[in-house]
Structures are given as C-alpha cells and as structure tokens.
C-alpha cells in the first residue's frame, strides 16, 4: 500500500477526496481494510499553492515515471 509496507488485504478499497480551500489543496484518504483493521482509517494532506510548480495528470496504474530528468525549483 505504501513504502513502508503496510499491511493490506484483497478487500482493501480507497477513497479520496480532494478539495481546494482558499490557496490550499486538501487530500484526505480513507483506507476500509476489514480484514486487516477494525475500523477505518485516514491520511490527510495538505498543500499550499505554490506558482513555480505545474501539476499533471497521473494515474497509480500508469507505467513508471522516470522523475529523475524533470528539473526542480530552487529551495527557498
């Protein structure tokens, strides 16, 4: 499920919910794993809107990325 290796089943299944408040992106998952957990848990991130990055689309079943060529915006 994640790099640390958290424990999953085949009735894992996701929901993501994404919202964008004021200059910020929320993105809270819920993860519904009745074999492995006794109740349902959530993530949430959020991110501040920031001008010197462009978002594209992305699906997790897409092939892999190589990122490595992709130029980063200086540290601030």
Not at 36 to 63: G, I, K, P, S
Request: net charge negative; aromatic share 6%.
């Amino acid at each position: 499920m994640d790099a640390t290796g958290l424990p999953h089943s085949e009735s894992m299944s996701t929901v993501e919910r994404i919202r964008k408040i004021g200059d910020t992106l929320e993105d809270v998952i819920t993860i519904h794993d009745p074999e492995m957990y006794t109740r349902d848990w959530q993530a949430r991130f959020v991110y501040a809107q920031r001008n010197d990055v462009r978002l594209e689309d992305y699906a997790c079943n897409d092939t892999h990325r190589d990122l490595s060529g992709v130029a980063r915006a200086p540290q601030r």
